[in-house]
Nanobody, 125 residues
């Protein structure tokens, strides 16, 4: 069993930056594809970014490409989401996700084995 604990959310003005962290338990973190999803009020949870278990591949949806960066430190069992140039439409609860023996493509398609509890990000205009 894997537990994911997010941190780093908060309130920021438009144009600002935040870094989210997701710390994982478990001995096989290095074999998980990791990702970030978000859920805005009244909307479905949506995939935003993912990183392969070797960190040799990343994927971003168009709305965050060029502004967000996902990276991981397998020694610390932590995945990060650096968010720059934040916009009010980025306001959402952000969830960390893990998928075992999965590719980024399968995570994009909805394959998630473990979820974090979520962290609120609010961007004011």
């Amino acid at each position: 069993h894997v537990q994911l604990v997010e941190s780093g959310g908060g309130l920021v003005q438009a144009g600002g930056s935040l870094r989210l962290s997701c710390a994982a338990s478990g001995r096989t973190f290095g074999s998980y594809t990791m990702g970030w999803f978000r859920q805005a009020p009244g909307k479905e949870r949506e995939f935003e970014a993912a990183i392969s278990w070797l960190a040799d591949s990343t994927y971003y949806v168009d709305s965050v490409k060029g502004r967000f960066t996902i990276f991981r430190d397998n020694a610390k069992k932590t995945v990060y989401l650096q968010m720059n140039s934040l916009k009010p439409e980025d306001t959402a609860v952000y969830y960390c996700a893990a998928a075992t023996r999965a590719t980024i493509a399968t995570m994009r398609a909805g394959r998630v084995d473990y979820w974090g509890q979520g962290t609120q990000v609010t961007v004011s205009s």
